[in-house]
């Protein structure tokens, strides 16, 4: 009976998403191998993809886009072939991947009769510019959502600010990917990486002005910049400036493989997250979880799921947000000994292992669309 209704969720169950998940987006495509949807669905704001298929044809897609325009509706050409498409292959359980896809799509759950299971990350709870864009919208999309899940217990409060049922709110963490759990960092290296966007909520300019000052005290430590982004260029030009060419490498966009090696020579993991200037936060910062389940101690700030991922004083330092002098401090720490590198790096270990599996997110997950039934 329950191999029935599992088979039977899954051939009336789709993924809804902006786009094809990125490169960063490990846990979107976690959810689409694991959760194993029959269809997913992509395209903003209103999905025109479904798997590799376009919705409609591209004839029909302009012949309803006039239509819509003389309906006054801006996109009633694209709800209809995604309407369509729902009704004909009877689904019943919809994910979206952000609140920001709910939004655009619980209108049409609410008249086919789909159970709605909304999936927050982050940008999309907090980000001033689609709270004031899109908070009417979501105060009508929790009353129609069946479950919506948080990724740490300050999203939920911030979902609850913004109208949603605290009732209906889970909150499920990501986990990382198992392989981090083989990596066996070297505690006798003096060697700091950091994995993530070079983004402003990453504040990496605020790494590197704290890792300047722990310079003076330990010139022989290196610092590793692992990402991309649009703070990249700038970051180049500051270490240059400060002279540390020689101290700091950019290592770009690297595999999980190459990633698990660069682990393996260091000793410390630390980003400094922040609120951006465009309300812009963490949901719940996967490369944490795979810095501390490869057992390094973690140096980060008190934002967001950081504080639920890393214990204070047990498992790594957290400060707070630009406070670059606390920052310097609690590297420094760590520096000092070889012992609290590697007493914090296992206990991140197990803490991880606990309460943060990527087993145990993704079955969360699947309770919860499965239930939705």
């Not at 309803?64 to 004909?88: G, S």
């Not at 993530?196 to 890792?211: H, L, Q, S, W, Y």
């Not at 991309?228 to 030009?237: A, N």
Request: hydrophobic share 40%.
């Amino acid at each position: 009976m329950v191999l029935h209704k599992a088979i039977l969720m899954k051939e009336r169950f789709g993924i809804v998403m902006q786009d094809l998940p990125g490169s960063t987006e490990t846990f979107i495509k976690a959810h689409i191998s694991e959760l194993q949807p029959r269809f997913v669905y992509y395209g903003a704001p209103i999905p025109q993809f479904v798997n590799d298929d376009k919705l409609q044809p591209l004839f029909m897609r302009a012949l309803r886009k006039v239509a819509a325009v003389l309906k006054n509706e801006t996109y009633w050409h694209d709800e209809v072939a995604f309407e369509k498409h729902l009704k004909k292959q009877s689904i019943e359980v919809l994910l979206a991947e952000y609140g920001v896809v709910g939004a655009y799509i619980y209108k049409t759950c609410q008249k086919l009769g789909i159970k709605l299971v909304i999936h927050f990350h982050g940008y999309d709870a907090s980000m001033y510019s689609v709270i004031l864009r899109l908070g009417n919208r979501y105060r009508q999309m929790f009353e129609v959502a069946t479950r919506v899940v948080a990724v740490s217990e300050e999203m939920k409060n911030d979902l609850i600010i913004l109208g949603c049922d605290p009732q209906k709110i889970d909150v499920n963490p990501y986990g990382p990917n198992e392989e981090f759990t083989n990596v066996i960092p070297n505690y006798q290296s003096n060697n700091i990486v950091s994995v993530g966007r070079f983004t402003e909520k990453k504040a990496p300019d605020v790494m590197i002005k704290a890792f300047a000052r722990v310079l003076k005290a330990f010139p022989e430590a290196r610092l590793r910049m692992i990402g991309d982004g649009e703070l990249k260029k700038s970051c180049e030009d500051l270490v240059v400036e400060l002279g540390l060419a020689d101290q700091i490498e950019f290592l770009g966009l690297l595999s999980k493989d190459h990633i698990c090696k660069v682990f393996e020579d260091s000793s410390i993991f630390v980003q400094h997250s922040v609120q951006a200037s465009s309300g812009d936060k963490e949901g719940s910062p996967v490369a944490i979880m795979e810095a501390a389940a490869a057992g390094l101690p973690i140096v980060s700030t008190r934002h967001a799921g950081i504080r639920e991922t890393v214990i204070e004083e047990e498992t790594g330092y957290l400060c707070n947000e630009h406070d670059v002098q606390s920052f310097s401090d609690n590297l420094k720490k760590l520096l000092e000994s070889k012992n609290r590198r590697e007493q914090m790096g296992n206990a991140g270990r197990v803490h991880i292992k606990t309460n943060f599996s990527r087993q145990k997110h993704i079955g969360f997950l699947n309770n919860i669309v499965s239930n939705a039934t």
